[in-house]
């Protein structure tokens, strides 16, 4: 016994290392992404360095997911789980995140990462919120996946918290998260010259979707379908937004292509000058559309053909 | 009678009650306002209101149990929030009418971890897991009444019980969820489990699948088994008897994924059944089964019909009226939602209990709510 002691201990030594080798730097990191524009950012930068999936689709309406079961399974087995944030996902990501039982994602922990946080976001509502207004955010628009900088920014966040949790691949992280970044940047002064070339000011939304764009590039939403956010068109409502394009000599309508265009043609055919783009406002929403970029680029290509 | 377990607050005088409606309300407002965030260690807080306007062939006389005419239904009273790191509280109060008199009941209030991987572990009073309805409060009925194998078998506030939980996941690639929980069997309007021994606690069982069959369709399938004890009393001798119930559900839903802001489609069934074990004595046992189909044909409408059928076989004090064999329960509801607060639904019944005129009636609801309100389950 005396004797095969130390064997047994080498080996155990032996096991222990080969254990600890392999275990952390060759299991991927399960990510979970609450919608496709958050997915898409981490695909950029995560690579084949992680494992993801993502919840929402690019042909739903992010703010009304339903907390199916067996979402909470995906977060069950979740290392990180990445939101949007600014309450777009307040109707049904708590009860994911309770149904999975997974204390490692859990707000406040690192699992946890709310991209909404340093986001800067826009229409931060001033005073007091109600829901007399509709569907307000009081932390502001949630839509910020619109605007390239803000996205090329959100990438950084996402690579740092990436590399927190996997410090094999942290540089990975970063490299991928920079040339993103760099990519959209670049692109972004493009996308500006051929909307400022187009001639567009002054368009038409149907929710608030696209705000952050139009804010970016120097458009204007003079109306939305809307009557105020998440209340659904009403005849009156139209009645005035008929008004408002008339007045503005608004020629483009963006219609997101997640809402009935019924209200869009009822402008369309009132003002026969204006121009109605059923549009993909997330990764996703086309089957083209598999990128932000890809979405940013048809926003604009709709705009350039509007002039 | 051995003690019933402590309640929070119970029949509180009419004259308290508006002054108490009007505090909740304000602290409510209060909970909107950036001021509250500041202040973030408030709970969330919802209140919702249920309106309801009946008229029935059965509601006009003096002594009808359910008059004809408007009524508040049920008001509804939910605080939750993270204790710590560890755990979270939730308090729901209810408010109602009953013979007449305000009641203000804590309708579930429990503590459960946040912070134990794989498994939900809970302590308090709440709705028991058995079967599919008996986990839903009233605004979240899928018709303005509970089907009447829940209110006839299970009595009208279901199981709901003070007791321990605990949830967890199975490891498959489907959501497969196991539950057990035992409760203490003495709650009120549950004589069924009338033991008087404080050791004849309940215990349930909840198995629960889920799959996505499709990106748009789901099928829930959900097995439930609850077990206790009952006392009698058979030539003066105290006997004991065991009560069990067992449940199956089955749910399919529709919603695609290109358009499911304006068309959905569900379809529930559920099946319950009673064994009142008491050699000797009347049975009371009974089984039963609810479907209904729920149809959204745009953004803001639904229409539903359900068909109910409860067979029970014998009848004594268990069940608050006197109860024919067969009953037969057809009803249709139109329901109009000018936002995800707020909602009307329009809905008729035919109820044919045995008695010599079948109940037909007709009942608008109004519901909102405001505040905080945590998502519904799937």
């Known amino acids: 016994m005396s004797t095969l002691s130390p064997y047994l201990t080498r080996s155990l030594l032996v096991l222990a290392l080969v254990c600890a080798g392999l275990g952390p730097a060759q299991a991927k990191l399960n990510v979970v992404a609450t919608t496709p524009d958050i997915g898409a950012i981490l695909q950029a930068v995560g690579g084949d360095d992680m494992s993801l999936e993502v919840i929402a689709k690019g042909t739903q309406d992010a703010h009304t997911i339903e907390a199916k079961p067996s979402y909470m399974v995906k977060i069950s087995k979740a290392d990180l789980v990445v939101l949007n944030g600014l309450a777009l996902e307040v109707g049904w990501l708590p009860s994911l995140l309770q149904g999975g039982r997974n204390p490692k994602v859990n707000p406040g922990s690192k699992g946890y990462l709310d991209l909404g946080a340093s986001a800067e976001p826009i229409e931060t509502p001033a005073g007091s919120v109600s829901r007399a207004s509709g569907d307000v955010h009081p932390e502001g628009n949630p839509h910020f996946t619109l605007d390239p900088i803000r996205v090329g920014k959100a990438a950084i966040v996402v690579a740092d918290r990436l590399g927190e949790l996997d410090s094999v691949h942290k540089a990975a992280f970063t490299e991928r998260a920079k040339v993103f970044q760099k990519d959209l940047e670049a692109r972004t002064p493009k996308w500006q010259e051929r909307i400022h070339a187009s001639g567009i000011k002054k368009v038409v939304g149907y929710h608030k979707t696209l705000n952050y764009f139009f804010s970016r590039f120097g458009l204007e939403p003079v109306a939305y379908m809307e009557p105020k956010p998440g209340i659904p068109p009403t005849i009156a409502h139209i009645l005035e937004v008929i008004d408002v394009i008339k007045r503005n000599n608004v020629k483009l309508i963006l219609q997101e292509n997640i809402f009935e265009s019924k209200y869009a043609d009822r402008l369309h055919a009132e003002v026969p000058s204006v121009k109605v783009a059923v549009v993909g406002a997330a990764v996703g929403s086309k089957p083209e559309l598999k990128t932000n970029a890809d979405v940013y680029e048809q926003l604009v290509k709709v705009i350039e053909s509007a002039q | ?378």
Do not use: C
């Open chain 2, 1 to 378: 009678m051995p003690a019933r377990p402590p309640r929070l607050i119970r029949h509180i005088s009419k004259a308290f009650f508006p002054h108490l409606i009007l505090v909740f309300f304000s602290f409510a407002a209060t909970a909107q306002t950036p001021v509250t965030k500041a202040l973030g260690f408030n709970p969330d807080t919802s209140i919702n209101g249920l309106f309801l306007y009946k008229n029935g062939n059965r509601g006009n006389t003096s002594d009808a149990q359910e008059p004809n005419g408007p009524s508040l239904q049920e008001a509804e009273l939910q605080f939750f929030s993270d204790v710590d790191p560890y755990s979270k509280l939730t308090a729901l109060f209810s408010v109602h009418q009953e013979s007449g008199e305000w009641k203000f009941e804590p309708e579930e209030f429990f503590a459960e971890t946040l912070s134990v991987p794989g498994v939900i572990l809970k302590a308090g009073k709440f709705k028991a897991a058995f079967g599919k309805h008996n986990l839903l409060h009233t605004h979240a009925y899928a018709f303005i009444d509970a089907p009447i194998t829940n209110t006839v078998l299970l009595g009208d506030e279901g199981l709901n019980d003070v007791g321990v939980s605990a949830a967890s996941l199975i490891p498959v690639s489907w959501f497969s969820e196991v539950t057990f929980q035992i409760l203490s069997g003495r709650a009120e309007g549950q004589d069924y489990f009338n033991s008087k021994s404080p050791n004849d606690n309940v215990a349930i069982a909840h198995f629960k699948n889920l799959w996505d069959l499709t990106d748009d369709l789901t099928a829930e399938i959900g097995a439930s088994g609850v077990a206790g004890k009952n006392e009698f009393t058979v030539n003066n001798q105290l006997q004991s008897g065991k009560t069990i119930f067992t449940g199956l559900d089955l749910t399919f839903k529709w919603r695609p994924s290109v358009g499911g802001k304006y068309r959905a489609l569900i379809w529930s069934t559920e099946y319950i059944g009673r064994q009142i074990e008491r050699p000797g004595a009347t049975k009371n046992d009974g089984h039963g089964i609810a479907t209904w189909l729920q149809y959204q044909f745009s953004e803001r409408w639904w229409a539903q019909a359900r068909g109910e059928y409860l067979k029970v076989t014998d009848s004594d004090s268990v069940d608050p009226l006197p109860i024919a064999p067969h009953q037969r329960k057809y009803s249709a509801l139109v329901g109009f939602f000018p936002s995800e607060f707020s909602g009307f639904r329009l809905q008729y019944h035919y109820l044919d209990d045995g008695r010599a005129t079948p109940e037909q009636r007709l009942m608008l609801q109004g519901n909102f709510t405001i505040g905080a309100h945590p998502a519904h389950a799937y």
